[in-house]
């Protein structure tokens, strides 16, 4: 069983940044990749960005200018930076891990983007 943990979400001005973290609860070596998707209220859940365990990123088009995805191997942490934030981006973040066939997610943490 793999446990995910989110963390940095809140509430932030149209422009601004936000960094998210999601810490995992086995290596992160011994993940096939982790990374994030997001559900804004109305949508489907779409990915944001994953990394592999060999450091490979994907990312959604309409976002892979504004975030970056990294990983700290030490502290089995990713994280999320999102610049240039847009209203449309408010959302409920999700951590997601992949474990051989099993999937994973973390509980979600709320992203508002508002003037």
């Known amino acids: 069983q793999v446990q995910l943990v989110e963390s940095g979400g809140g509430l932030v001005q149209p422009g601004e940044s936000l960094r998210l973290s999601c810490a995992a609860s086995?290596?992160?070596?011994?993940?096939?990749?982790m990374g994030w998707y997001r559900q804004a209220p109305g949508k489907e859940r779409e990915l944001v960005a994953l990394i592999t365990i060999g450091g490979s990123r994907n990312f959604a088009d309409s976002m892979k200018d504004r975030f970056t995805i990294s990983r700290d191997n030490a502290k089995n942490t990713v994280y999320l930076q999102m610049n240039s934030l847009k209203d449309e981006d408010t959302a409920v973040y999700y951590c997601?891990?992949?474990?051989?066939?099993?999937?994973?997610w973390g509980q979600g943490t709320q992203v508002t983007v508002s003037s």
């Open positions: 086995v290596s992160i070596f011994s993940l096939n990749f």
């Open positions: 997601h891990a992949a474990k051989g066939a099993d999937r994973y």
